[in-house]
């Protein structure tokens, strides 16, 4: 399978740059798998459009205030991405300019209270660094990161948040979730749908575009997940009873599947765990867990486009997009929504 299969045209003025208000005005695009239709609906018909029982699966990641903007020992700008913590003071992340910051380069990052001094402690295979700062902290330093599509500045950083957020980790927000709100989740209870919420850290793989020619041969970045026992139990009691799971978003997919994948051979589908997720979904993938999916559109070659074809088929994907585009939905992180069952 190519990675050109999951190419399609999307006109620039398509992609959202600012969010909606309220958050559950976005549009929601339906899709049964199963009959092949297409239904237009808005985000606050969610309730209705779910079953008393479902089980929804939400990550509650937090975005952290990774993006940090310094000053280099010889003076030049520098732009840092933090992506993960290697070890106490001690990050990986992506670096600009690169071609000056190599090991041993020195920069300062400052702030209204202090200032964080880093300096670059190796160079990684795929161009990212190891990068070593004075403090950890970085409330007042850092700012959320917007993904690199988005050029219009966020007046509001926890509108690039869930309201649902709890665990800081992610440089990315799980856009799924971000068309929520208190109101409608009180909504999809009182219908009787049971909330189960995860942790999936996400990592820059939401953005990174596969750029390997046959799809088998893209690797995942690891991300960190932790699936909680109310969680698990909740899910597997569907799972028995028949009942549907429906992830809100990739992330919880991949933390589901990749829980099933390593739960062992008892008698539940998942058990409580936490560890790295690398696992890769795309066509020809069997779902242990997922039965229906709430998701955004996603980026063309990307490892999400390819996860969601694998659950909805690709063709009938692709032909869902081309509706979007033709309805002129609003696609990515601040765009509409889409409902697969």
Not at 101 to 107: D, V
Not at 114 to 120: E, F, Y
Not at 189 to 213: C, E, M, N, Q, Y
Request: glycine share 8%; with cysteine.
């Amino acid at each position: 399978m190519k990675t050109s299969d999951f190419d399609y045209a999307l006109p620039p003025e398509l992609i959202a740059q600012t969010p909606v208000e309220p958050r559950d005005s976005s549009r929601l695009m339906v899709v049964d798998r199963r009959s092949g239709s297409i239904e237009h609906r808005r985000f606050g018909d969610l309730p209705g459009l779910l079953r008393a029982g479902d089980v929804a699966v939400f990550n509650d990641s937090r975005v952290f205030p990774a993006r940090l903007y310094g000053t280099s020992a010889s003076g030049g700008k520098v732009e840092l991405l933090l992506l993960r913590r290697l070890e106490p003071g001690v990050w990986r992340a992506l670096v600009r300019p690169g071609r000056h910051m190599r090991e041993g380069a020195a920069f300062a990052v400052a702030s209204s209270d202090r200032d964080i001094i880093g300096v670059v402690t190796g160079v990684m295979e795929d161009g990212s660094r190891s990068v070593r700062l004075s403090d950890d902290n970085l409330d007042g330093v850092g700012v959320v990161p917007l993904p690199p599509y988005i050029h219009e500045p966020l007046e509001d950083s926890d509108r690039y948040q869930t309201v649902y957020s709890r665990v800081e980790g992610s440089v990315a927000a799980p856009t799924a979730g971000l068309h929520f709100t208190p109101a409608l989740l009180d909504d999809l209870r009182a219908k009787g749908i049971v909330p189960a919420f995860v942790t999936l850290h996400v990592g820059w793989d939401s953005f990174r575009p596969v750029r390997d020619d046959d799809v088998a041969d893209h690797r995942m970045h690891s991300e960190q997940w932790a699936l909680g026992a109310e969680a698990a139990g909740a899910v597997n009691a569907a799972k028995r009873e028949g009942r549907r799971v429906v992830c809100v978003g990739t992330t919880a997919v991949r933390l589901l599947e990749q829980a099933a994948a390593t739960a062992g051979d008892g008698d539940e589908v998942v058990a409580p765990a936490s560890g790295w997720a690398d696992l890769f979904i795309y066509p020809g993938y069997r779902f242990q867990v997922l039965d229906a999916l709430i998701t955004n559109f996603h980026l063309p070659r990307s490892t999400l486009l390819m996860l969601t074809s694998a659950f909805a088929g690709r063709e009938l994907l692709l032909r869902a997009y081309a509706d979007a585009v033709r309805e002129r939905y609003r696609f990515y992180s601040f765009g509409d929504a889409m409902l697969i069952t």
